[in-house]
């Protein structure tokens, strides 16, 4: 904050956003220590519903004289007695909430547009309805085979995919001089399709790449094969293959002006 404010004037950087590097940082080993300590325990509880929250928060008439310290620790006990993972899962929810949330309130960076921004915080919902999915359910998935081992490897790849907030290179566009000594250059593929590009590598190696790794190793090392598990693999293949044809599209309408040239030339 001090720098931002002091040093950049109240600008935040463009490609990468440090508040949410550090907030990232300073809370996923509380998410591995609450995840690695229920996958341990066994305990009797109860799912969040409408059912059970309305008895929560309800007080039966005939108690007689029922203080105020009484109601809550009455609250406190049928609290208490929810699934840890139903905990777990809201925390997940607000995590993300806050991660979309806190970057709409930060300071734009220097040289992002508002339309920009709208991108980001558009592509940072779609992101964390996946990894929202793929934590809760491949955790739930690999619990009953006891095997600490993916567990460690679904929260690697959870830690790697939350990789996505703090960078911002698949929606803010690079803005080169075209311009040199010498007259106009040709862009490189790089900086003529950066969000393109910066697009096809984020789903490939920070999300829906190791996403469908996992639940294939998931399905073949764990022996766990169900309807929703079998279509969300489904769903990142294609999303690979796609990604994979884009960028062969992109790289075959690529032409340097060079070649363009020379095959102009009788």
């Known amino acids: 904050m001090i720098i931002t404010l002091k040093r950049r004037r109240g600008e935040d950087y463009k490609w990468f956003s440090p508040p949410i590097f550090m907030f990232l940082i300073s809370i996923i080993p509380s998410i591995w220590l609450l995840e690695l300590h229920t996958q341990d325990s066994e305990t009797q509880c109860k799912k969040v519903d409408s059912d059970s929250l309305s008895r929560t928060f309800t007080v039966n008439d005939g108690l007689g004289n029922f203080t105020h310290q009484d109601y809550l620790k009455l609250i406190n ?16 929810q607000i995590l993300l909430i806050l991660l979309i949330v806190g970057k709409w309130l930060l300071p734009l960076g220097g040289g992002v547009t508002r339309d920009e921004l709208s991108q980001l915080l558009l592509i940072f919902i779609g992101t964390a309805a996946d990894i929202l999915e793929f934590t809760s359910e491949t955790l739930l998935d690999v619990k009953d085979t006891k095997s600490s081992v993916m567990v460690y490897v679904i929260l690697g790849v959870w830690t790697w995919s939350m990789l996505q907030f703090p960078l911002h290179l698949a929606v803010v566009s690079s803005k080169p001089d075209m311009e040199n000594e010498q007259g106009v250059q040709e862009p490189s593929l790089l900086t003529k399709h950066s969000r393109d590009v910066w697009s096809i590598m984020e789903a490939l190696f920070i999300q829906d790449g190791p996403f469908l790794v996992v639940r294939l190793i998931v399905m073949i090392y764990s022996k766990v094969f169900h309807q929703m598990l079998g279509f969300f693999t489904i769903k990142n293949f294609l999303v690979v293959i796609l990604n994979l044809y884009r960028l062969a599209v992109i790289c075959q309408d690529y032409r340097p002006s060079g070649s363009s040239r020379d095959t102009d030339l009788p």
Do not use: G, R, V, Y
């Open 77 to 92: 006990e049928k609290l208490s007695s929810f699934c840890p993972n139903e905990w777990i899962l809201a925390l997940h």
